[in-house]
């Protein structure tokens, strides 16, 4: 039976990672909708509007707003800076059981035995759980990342075609011989 | 199937089984998507073939077939294909990836989960087991409990890095292969093929620019990064272990830094003094009140007061009692009741007659009941060479009874001689002070009980014997070190009983 401080760090620790991942997962599920949403707004023709939409939200969002504002660029997306700050949490309350651990070597009453019997409990219930959070974190960012990358493709589709039409209908308006590049 | 089988086969699986499967499907898409791009040349075949490629692929590739046959513009229908295979979420859903990733994990840690759940029920059992003894008997009786269940958290220790290893090296292959990215420019590169094939003729001038924009980048960066990444993780796991050296050579020394650090007797050793020193036995020395008894090298002192002088080869006078000091004024500070007691500190040649003669001369005109006899240890943690005590009492006190008897002859101990379980140790056997120590330990368990102080008779049949050989004997019956090297934890605490 846990007991103690190994107790409350790892309730607090395994509480506080499943807590910090499901809230990268809401917050990241509210990006992708958001993207998602700004994508609708723009092929719906109200791009202005979705652009000044995009310039309010996250700094994740930076890539759907350079598509919305018709950059030629492959989008340029990049894990999320709380996916890294939540990874670098992860490890924090096995390292502060292992720390309060070496505080316990060398003790010679009965109650530290409780102790450490509830140190190695709660290594025994934070390691499979601090190894699920980080890969849910991981693959909600990953998942997120790629949401973006799609919504910035689609807008990047339009922004080219739009560029070529512009291109084919400079050249005939120059009168310049040049053939149809998009005749079959 | 123990615990062990398992692991063993979820280390098959990782090792051999998941490399295989990863290269496999890696190999089933690519062989599936040449399928794809050498069926375009017949549109109305493509929807079928489209229908077999694995399901990531299977919607766009069946919809740029589908456009395709309705003889849309190639451009468009490119188009269309790379912005929906950009949308496309390869892979299963986070939420069943998470189950996986859970189910995974305790299955890998399975054995290292349920040895860490083991020693914490050890512990337990070994608070219990301990309750009712004391001082060293603890550390006897709760190692046999606590061992064997390190052992085992040490054994699934080494078995999770070999499967950390291999789990690391499948991430790496999925990584190469099977990432989103890799299976989008896969994916890709076929369309391409494919559109080349079904209309060799066409432009396709949008579709082309939007994939050369979407090509994977091909710069140093992250190679890079991720040799920086390893040189800085092998560098954590080197600073690691570095700080760590410590307890694990300790752990597989089977040291203890248990000695007691609290206040010692202050004994000082006279000049030339050569105190014995051994791995084990001994406690503490922490009585403050006793006069210390120095025998040798030249003199023999109470309490810095000279009581005869010893000659060349550390024997006393023949003339001894006759010629001593008198140092009834000396001790009258330290008699309590009539008796006293003493620290002894002896020198390492001094033979046991010199120091029996003073003891009995102490014991008969002045009433010495009892005498810490002094050795040196040097247990881990203590930082330096600690004194230890052994109880010696000159003669059997009143109803008190020995639980075995050590009877001191030549090069031979032999325990309870003539007793139908006696045992003789030769002290020319290599292990003999490993077999006396246990042997004692038994014996005074099994008569006494775990929770009692032993108590030990003594019968020494060669006065000859030099001090630090009858110290190494006593030593050795009180040690409860497990191996020759000092383990740092104090002896049994035994009062050993002079009967002859």
Not at chain 2, 53 to 80: H, M, S
Not at chain 2, 184 to 211: M, Q
Not at chain 2, 389 to 405: H, M, Q, R
């Amino acid at each position: 039976m846990m007991t103690g401080a190994p107790l409350v760090i790892t309730a607090a620790g395994a509480l506080g990672m499943i807590a910090a991942a499901v809230a990268v997962a809401v917050r990241q599920r509210k990006l992708n909708d958001t993207a998602t949403r700004l994508v609708e707004l723009a092929l719906g023709g109200r791009a202005d509007e979705a652009r000044i939409q995009a310039r309010n939200e996250s700094s994740e969002l930076a890539p759907v707003l350079e598509a919305l504002g018709g950059e030629l660029a492959a989008p340029k997306t990049k894990l999320p800076l709380i996916t890294w700050i939540v990874l670098a949490v992860i490890p924090l309350p096995t390292l502060a059981l292992a720390l309060y651990a070496r505080q316990l070597v060398g003790a010679v009453d009965a109650s530290s035995l409780a102790l450490v019997s509830s140190v190695l409990q709660g290594v025994a219930i934070l390691a499979p759980v601090s190894i699920t959070v980080a890969y849910t974190v991981v693959a909600v960012a990953r998942a997120g990342q790629r949401s973006i990358r799609g919504a910035c493709v689609t807008l990047l589709a339009k922004n080219v075609k739009a560029a070529v039409d512009a291109e084919v209908a400079e050249a005939l308006r120059r009168g310049t011989n040049l053939r149809d590049p998009r005749g079959e | 199937m123990s615990s062990l089988e398992g692991i063993g086969a979820f280390v098959f699986f990782l090792v051999v089984a998941a490399p295989i499967g990863i290269i496999a499907i890696a190999i089933r898409e690519r062989m599936a998507l040449a399928r794809f791009v050498r069926a375009a040349a017949d549109p109305d075949r493509l929807k079928d073939v489209a229908l077999k490629l694995p399901l990531a692929y299977r919607a766009p590739a069946t919809a740029f077939a589908g456009e395709l046959a309705r003889k849309t513009p190639l451009d468009e229908a490119l188009t269309q294909a790379l912005t929906r295979i950009a949308n496309t979420h390869f892979g299963r859903p986070v939420p069943v990836r998470a189950a996986a990733a859970l189910v995974i994990s305790v299955l890998a840690l399975g054995g290292f989960i349920a040895s860490l759940t083991g020693a914490a029920q050890a512990i337990e059992a070994a608070a219990v087991a301990a309750r009712d003894l004391a001082g060293a008997r603890v550390f006897l009786e709760t190692k046999a409990i606590l061992d064997p269940a390190f052992d085992l958290v040490r054994t699934y220790v080494r078995g999770t890095q070999v499967l950390g290893i291999s789990m690391s090296v499948n991430l790496a292959l999925a990584w190469w292969l099977l990432r989103s990215e890799v299976r989008e420019a896969r994916f890709v590169k076929a369309l391409i093929e494919a559109s080349i094939a079904a209309r060799p003729n066409a432009t396709a001038p949008v579709a082309g620019r939007v994939a050369a924009l979407l090509a994977p980048e091909r710069s140093l960066t992250a190679p890079v990064a991720a040799f920086a990444f390893f040189v800085a993780a092998l560098a954590t796991s080197l600073a690691t272990l570095w700080l760590t050296s410590g307890f694990r050579e300790s752990n597989a020394g089977q040291s203890y830094a248990v000695w007691p650090a609290d206040a010692r007797a202050p004994l000082v050793s006279p000049s030339g003094m050569v105190v014995p020193s051994f791995p084990g036995g001994g406690s503490p020395v922490r009585e403050r009140s006793l006069a210390t008894l120095a025998v040798g090298p030249e003199r023999v002192d109470l309490a810095g007061d000279l009581l005869v002088d010893l000659d060349a080869r550390f024997a006393l006078p023949a003339s001894f009692p006759q010629g001593a000091n008198d140092v009834s004024r000396v001790l009258s500070g330290f008699k309590r009741g009539g008796t006293f007691e003493l620290n002894l500190l002896g020198h390492a040649s001094t033979p046991m007659t010199t120091i029996l003669g003073v003891l009995m001369y102490l014991k008969n005109e002045h009433g010495l009941q009892r005498v810490t006899c002094v050795l040196e240890r040097a247990p881990a943690g203590a930082g330096a060479r600690v004194p230890a005590g052994l109880k010696l009492e000159l003669g059997v006190p009143e109803g008190v009874a020995a639980a075995t008897t050590l009877v001191v002859e030549g090069s031979r101990v032999v325990l309870d001689p003539g007793a139908a379980d006696s045992i003789a140790v030769d002290r020319t056997d290599p292990a003999w002070r490993l077999r006396l120590g246990e042997a004692v330990r038994v014996r005074t368990g099994a008569k006494q009980g775990a929770g009692a102080v032993p108590v030990i008779g003594l019968v020494l049949r060669s006065t000859e014997l030099p001090y630090d050989r009858f110290l190494e004997i006593l030593s050795s019956a009180d040690s409860t070190c497990p191996t020759t090297a000092d383990c740092g934890v104090p002896g049994l605490g035994a009062r050993f009983v002079l009967e002859r």
